[in-house]
């Protein structure tokens, strides 16, 4: 089966770090674009970070810039986000998505109901509170 899974959320304190990862299933990233999302209970989703497929560019939202970096592994079957120095407001469900036909910039910057791209992983939460 063809699929995003995304793990490394949890209950974290403030300050403290954290890194998910979103692993294909059954195919390779190589081609494609991935995002970082996060949703909170009564928010909009917000793109955090995107990473294009093409040139590598790299989008992050300013509300976590300096904080989160995106990354993939060699084997382009993975993508991490470190996310550092966390704090209460970086609560969310933390969803990655695949799209071969956009760039990171625009993945990451598109709003309103939920883009149908490629692939969208099922979430994994990450809670900050001491």
């Known amino acids: 089966q063809l699929q995003l899974v995304e793990s490394g959320g949890g209950l974290v304190q403030p300050g403290g770090s954290l890194r998910l990862s979103c692993a294909a299933s059954?195919?390779?990233?190589?081609?494609?674009?991935i995002g970082w999302f996060r949703q909170a209970p009564g928010k909009e989703r917000e793109g955090v970070s995107c990473?294009?497929?093409?040139?590598?560019?790299?989008y992050y939202a300013d509300s976590v810039k300096g904080r989160f970096t995106i990354s993939r592994d060699n084997a382009k079957i993975t993508v991490y986000l470190q996310i550092n120095n966390l704090k209460p407001e970086d609560t969310a469900v933390y969803y990655c998505?695949?799209?071969?036909?956009?760039?990171?910039?625009?993945?990451?910057?598109?709003?309103?109901?939920?883009?149908?791209?490629?692939?969208w992983g099922q979430g994994t939460q990450v809670t900050v509170s001491s």
């Open positions: 059954g195919f390779t990233l190589d081609y494609y674009t």
């Open positions: 998505a695949a799209d071969s036909l956009t760039t990171a910039q625009t993945m990451c910057r598109t709003g309103g109901p939920k883009p149908r791209y490629d692939f």
């Open positions: 990473i294009s497929s093409s040139d590598g560019s790299i």
